[in-house]
């Protein structure tokens, strides 16, 4: 009999520290960084984020999220046989974040690992899960996005210390005799490297390079825009549907002006989009399942509805996935 791979759970943190545009705009003015409110509602569509305090890593936000997906499903954390953490910003250079996690949920003996895909990292997880469930080595799946990208912001450079913030997202994905996941579609061209990087390493105990985040947000745009819609439809061919058939588009939350080309393109309407980058920014690959469990738990998202899951980052990476609730 065919397995497929099922969301039976979503759940998602985000750190108690907000800070609005005007809070953070005032804080930047103190350290002579000129920006404004205008420009960051205008340009992004963002309000506000979160970051993290002193000493909380990405594994403190990812157990939260677990946490909140494991109760939904109804999932005791040992039972889970794969963790994948998505996430750019581990809590160290090794072990992986995933197996951080795992110990602080008390499970034992499932593989657990990061995959590192910056922005797209969960749609690279949730595949890569899916992938092993159908083909039987594992039967409920942790999949997590979480990120602080806080500690790697240049706080002297506005035009990305505004864009981004903390927080996690998590699902839990189990074997299912009906499909869950019904295409996914992965890219990546390492010939963009440079426009969107962290360069620094570690290296004889010191960090050489400059060992914060760096864009070039124009071409990342460009490519965001083109990359987006290409894997969209690629997994609406794989599955036989088109766009009117996905009941919820929840795509990478970086700018809202990309999810509306993104929407455009589709030809779905605005209110057919979860919107949450207003409310924490971009967090990276905790983006998406963030704003899928805020589509779940308002009750705009149903069981049994088509999402279309999107996102593109650092790599550069991009992908969709595909999924009945
Ligand atoms: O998560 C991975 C994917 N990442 C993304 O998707 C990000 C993609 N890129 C973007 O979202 C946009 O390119 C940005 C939001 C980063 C920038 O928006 P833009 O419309 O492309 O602005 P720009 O870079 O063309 O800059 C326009 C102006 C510049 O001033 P001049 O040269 O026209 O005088 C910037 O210096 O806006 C200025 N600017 C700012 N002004 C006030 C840049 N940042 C700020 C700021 N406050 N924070």
């Not at 759940?11 to 420009?39: D, K």
């Not at 992938?131 to 002297?156: C, H, P, W």
Request: proline share 4%; charged share 20%; with cysteine.
């Amino acid at each position: 009999m065919k397995i497929y791979s099922r969301i039976t759970g979503t759940g998602s943190f985000l750190p108690p520290r907000r800070l609005t545009n005007a809070e953070l705009v005032a804080e930047l003015a103190g350290q002579g960084i000129e920006t404004n409110e205008e420009w960051i509602v205008e340009r992004t569509g963002i309000r506000a984020r979160h970051f993290a305090a002193d000493g909380v890593c990405s594994s403190d936000l990812a157990l939260e999220a677990s946490r909140n997906a494991l109760q939904a499903a109804g999932v005791d954390a040992k039972e889970i046989d794969l963790i994948i953490v998505g996430t750019s910003t581990p809590d160290m250079v090794f072990p992986s974040t995933a197996c951080i996690l795992q110990g602080k949920l008390g499970n034992q003996g499932a593989p657990a690992f990061d995959v590192q895909a910056v922005c797209s990292g969960f749609i690279y997880a949730l595949t890569v899960a899916d992938a092993m469930i159908r083909s039987g080595a594992a039967k409920k799946a942790l999949v997590v996005g979480a990120e602080v990208f806080s500690r790697i912001l240049d706080f002297k450079d506005r035009t990305t210390c505004v864009l981004f913030g903390d927080g996690a997202g998590a699902v839990v994905l189990e074997a299912s005799k009906t499909p869950g996941i019904l295409a996914t579609d992965l890219h990546a061209d390492g010939k963009y490297t440079d426009i969107l990087c962290v360069p620094g390493h570690v290296s004889g105990g010191q960090v050489l390079g400059d060992p914060l985040l760096r864009m070039d947000g124009q071409a990342v745009f460009k490519l965001a825009v083109g990359v987006l819609d290409e894997a969209a439809r690629a997994v609406l061919a794989k599955a036989g549907l088109v766009a009117a058939d996905v009941d919820w588009l929840i795509p990478h939350q970086a700018n809202i002006r990309i999810m509306q080309s993104a929407a455009r393109k589709l030809k779905l309407p605005m209110d057919k989009v979860i919107v949450t980058v207003d409310q924490h920014g971009n967090t990276s690959a905790a983006s998406v399942p963030l704003a899928l469990d805020a589509g779940v738990r308002s009750g705009r998202v149903l069981p049994g509805q088509t999402l279309m899951l999107e996102a593109v980052g650092g790599g550069f990476t991009w992908g969709a996935v595909l999924l009945k609730l």
